[in-house]
């Protein structure tokens, strides 16, 4: 095969942004749930609701790094079968 369907570096970005969505997420939520400890309805509602939505980011984000890996080793299982 001559060009690569998924770069390295696609990869790399795929898996920082997994990484940096957990840490916000935990982040998020963690900052909600003190806000509704010390009776601050309204600020851990909006938490929540940023936290629902960062969720769903982190979804596709683990979706799409699965695929590119599934596309990778498949690219890869290719590139070994054609060398003799």
Same mark, same amino acid.
């Given at each position: ?12 970005? &795929?898996?920082?942004?997994?990484? $940096?969505? /957990?840490?916000? @997420?935990?982040?998020? *939520? =963690?900052?909600? +749930? ?19 939505? &960062?969720?769903?980011?982190?979804? $596709?984000? /683990?979706?799409? @790094?699965?695929?590119? *890996? =599934?596309?990778? +080793? ?11």
């Amino acid at each position: 095969m001559t060009g690569r369907l998924i770069s390295q570096q696609t990869l790399v970005i &795929l898996v920082v942004a997994t990484v $940096v969505l /957990v840490i916000a @997420l935990a982040a998020v *939520l =963690a900052l909600g +749930a003190i806000l509704g400890a010390m009776g601050d309805e309204s600020g851990s509602a909006v938490l929540r609701w940023i936290g629902a939505g &960062l969720g769903i980011v982190f979804a $596709v984000d /683990v979706l799409c @790094l699965i695929l590119a *890996l =599934a596309i990778h +080793a498949v690219e890869r299982f290719n590139d070994s079968a054609d060398q003799p």
